[in-house]
């Protein structure tokens, strides 16, 4: 006879509990190769479930390096409204300095009605494209007519500077005259808390805190006029603020500890040129 395959039957193992003193067998567990490696891979499984359950459902997870807690996500926050308040800042100074820079250089002012206006957003009209065009070229003939005959609002427009009525901005002692060349600007004594107005209608293009001058408020007027008041304690309008003659912009105070601080400091400028404040306004 030929020799005999060897038994491959599965083996099987056991694994037991014993006494140490009595040897009995208090706990036995008969298992085989296939049912060790499935016990293995359902236990690391559910170790895997327990261990996500408990960082991603509970407290635990904020001890993850990297994860956002409640602190970094306050701060998250703020940063994102301190990056969006310096956004608003840069603007404004961009657009004070584009201002500036076209009054200063006698160029066309910017006009601040247009920027109101193609910031909103645009309509449909119901009416025709010829229509529009016909109501438009009738407002057209009628501002030409009363520019030609002197009224309306493009005839103000052609005053001279002497023909202006300027509000005075403060009344009060000029303590420093004007000079062109190294004070283009009036400095008019006045106590601590005193009101500043704005000589002409206008719109405000700057306000702002300088390290030398205090607070500062620029209004921008018609026929490329520009007045500045600095040395405040606190501005009364913001950019973009429409005012009207003798309307409160401005607290005078300057610079604490600094002799001499009790001022409004004004300039008055057109087309680039700086202007003797006190021989259009009586202070």
Known sequence: MGRQNPDHRTRQYRLSLVDNDTHET???????????IYGIISAALGLFILGFLLFGLTPLRTIIPGYPNAHSRRQAVTNAIKIDSLENAVARWNLYAESLSRVLTGQQTIDFDSLVT????????????????????????????????????????DLPIEGIHFFTPLKGVVSTPF?????????????????????????????????????????????????????????????????????????????????????????????????????????
């Open 179 to 283: 000079d062109r060349v190294s004070h283009p600007a009036i400095d008019i004594a006045a106590p601590t808390g005193s009101v500043v107005s704005a000589v002409l209608d206008g719109t405000v293009i700057f306000d702002g805190w300088d390290a030398e001058t205090g607070y500062v408020i620029i209004v921008q007027h018609r026929e490329n006029l520009l007045s500045v008041y600095s040395n405040n304690q606190k501005l009364l309008r913001s950019s973009g603020d429409a005012v009207k003659a003798g309307t409160p912009i401005a607290l005078v105070g300057g610079m604490s500890g600094q002799p001499g601080a009790e001022h409004l400091h004004f300039e008055l400028w057109q087309n680039g040129q700086s202007l003797d404040p006190t021989r259009y306004i009586s202070f």
């Open 26 to 36: 208090l706990r036995a567990v008969r298992f085989n190769q296939a049912q060790l």
């Open 118 to 157: 193609n910031a909103k957003l645009h309509y449909l009209s119901a009416k025709s494209a010829e229509e529009l065009a016909r109501r438009d070229s009738l407002l057209r003939e009628t501002v030409q007519k009363e520019e030609q005959f002197g009224v309306g609002a493009m005839a103000e427009r």
